[in-house]
């Protein structure tokens, strides 16, 4: 602040202070009134807060304590947490009080140096190092606010993300989507892995069908919400160890052991999928190899010639020899006819799996894309609330701008108009100064007149009674022209 304008401030306060009708009542009262409306609803906001806090701390107590003795490790860990809730908003409240009376002791010792003011430099010089001392202090007190304001609303956008996942989870859940799952833990707990696959599989398959039943499916124990987002994540990664923290943003509830536990289950999920895939890929390669083998040596049992013996035992001979062969041929033909019905009946196992995981897929995505329809509707909806409460707000504002605008332009006409009045009496001061300044020089001229007047009279008379004195008229004279 600038010290003559400060100095000026202090010199010139006694103008709106004084007595004779100069100080703006109507200002003042104005101002007071507007300041006590704006601390009475101040104080009913906070009030209103204050007993939506209490309705929320009641209705916590209430389902935390009626529901205690049934989740009791669970609900003290929330006990816990809500101490230390606790403790934080205490120490936190403490230093806001702490802070806010250290700015009220420095604004009242201000307001104490303003009641008895000194236009000297020494006096403004203090004004100015207080004044500058309590902006910084609430300077630096706001900007502690907004970082703290910043962070607490980070905390409540991951928190809502984490209520609305755990909300879609809870209505996936409601809509039976892990009830297909659940049926395969049912089934795979109680038929055996041997009964329900082929012997004649290969080994690779049933390994990886050993797998998924002893581990929970195709997802690994997991929901399917938990799955895809896992496995997109780590698409979106190629699968590098980072991105395990952006998992952990997606799956609230999950921890990160249990993320790299599902990990190290998907590369080995993977790596037996791609070992069944070859060993079907090379069974059918040798199915083919052994059919072309078979198709041969029927072809060439077909064409050996038989030989014309006259003996009987050389016939008998050959046609045991060539029943032997055909026989062989038919085992042949037999084993791999069985064979390939167990791999048949086995891809057509596989098949109908792949088909009614597909269809739950499918359900699934229609009840997710119901679901996420619901959501934007009903975000929609909420959107055009906040529109409308924007616009709402907007028109208020414009309102209470208005309000202030007008306020203020009868503010400055008071001011105006005090100034003016203000101006005509220091003028009217001025001339009655002024005019009895020229009335008091008028009159000393007018004394130094009657005073020359009565002089010249008495030295006239003077002169006319000493003329009968010799010589000393001459003097005289010359003493009065002196004069």
């Not at 000026?8 to 007595?19: E, L």
């Not at 698409?235 to 991105?243: D, E, L, M, T, V």
Request: charged share 40%; aromatic share 8%; proline share 2%.
């Amino acid at each position: 602040m600038d010290d003559n304008f400060l100095l000026f401030f202090i010199q010139n306060d006694g103008c709106f202070s004084t007595s004779g009708g100069i100080r703006p009542f109507q200002l003042q009262n104005w101002k007071q009134k507007v300041s006590r409306t704006k601390k009475a609803e101040f104080i009913r906001t906070a009030e209103k807060f204050k007993n939506q806090v209490i309705i929320i701390e009641k209705d916590k107590h209430s389902h935390f304590y009626n529901q205690r003795s049934d989740f009791r490790i669970e609900h003290s860990m929330l006990e816990e947490l809500e101490n230390k809730l606790i403790n934080s908003r205490k120490t936190e409240r403490a230093k806001i009080q702490q802070q806010l009376a250290k700015i009220h002791n420095n604004v009242k010792k201000l307001q104490y140096q303003l009641k008895d003011v000194k236009p000297t430099p020494d006096f403004v010089e203090k004004l100015r190092e207080m004044m500058e001392e309590i902006e910084n202090a609430i300077n630096t007190f706001k900007e502690e606010q907004r970082l703290i304001y910043e962070e607490l609303i980070k905390e409540e956008k991951t928190t809502n993300n984490e209520l609305n996942a755990i909300s879609r989870k809870i209505d996936l859940w409601a809509l039976g989507n892990s009830e297909t799952e659940k049926a395969f833990r049912a089934i795979s707990s109680k038929v055996p892995v041997d009964k329900v696959i082929p012997s004649t599989l290969p080994e690779e398959v049933v390994d990886f069908e050993k797998f998924l039943q002893q581990t929970g499916g195709r997802q690994g124990g997991w929901d399917d919400y938990d799955h895809q987002n896992f496995v997109k994540v780590r698409n979106k990664h190629k699968g590098k160890p980072a991105f395990v923290e952006e998992v952990l943003e997606y799956l609230p509830g999950r921890t990160q052991d249990e993320v790299q536990q599902h990990e190290n289950w998907y590369q080995k999920f993977l790596a037996l999928e791609e070992r069944k895939k070859e060993s079907i890929q090379n069974w059918k390669s040798k199915k083919q190899q052994k059919k072309e083998e078979i198709f041969k040596l029927k072809e060439k049992v077909d064409n050996i010639p038989v030989p014309f013996h006259n003996k009987p035992d050389d016939n008998q001979k050959q046609k045991e020899e060539q029943r032997k062969k055909q026989k062989l041929a038919v085992e042949a033909w037999k084993k791999q006819k069985s064979i390939e019905m167990s791999m048949k009946c086995a891809s057509s196992q596989l098949k109908e799996e792949e088909e009614k995981e597909k269809k739950q897929l499918k359900e699934r995505q229609r009840q997710f894309k119901l679901k996420l329809l619901l959501e934007s509707y009903t975000q929609q909806k909420k959107e055009q609330e906040e529109v409308l409460k924007l616009e709402r707000e907007l028109r208020e504002k414009a309102e209470k701008a208005e309000k202030r605008k007008t306020a203020a332009d009868e503010i400055s006409r008071f001011q105006e108009r005090d100034l003016h009045k203000l101006e005509l009496k220091i003028l009217d001061r001025q001339a009655k100064e002024d005019e009895k300044a020229e009335k008091q020089r008028r009159m000393a001229k007018l004394k130094e007149k009657v005073l020359c007047t009565e002089v010249n009279l008495f030295l006239k008379k003077l002169h006319e009674n000493v003329k009968i004195i010799n010589g000393v008229p001459h003097a005289i004279s010359v003493h009065i022209y002196i004069l």
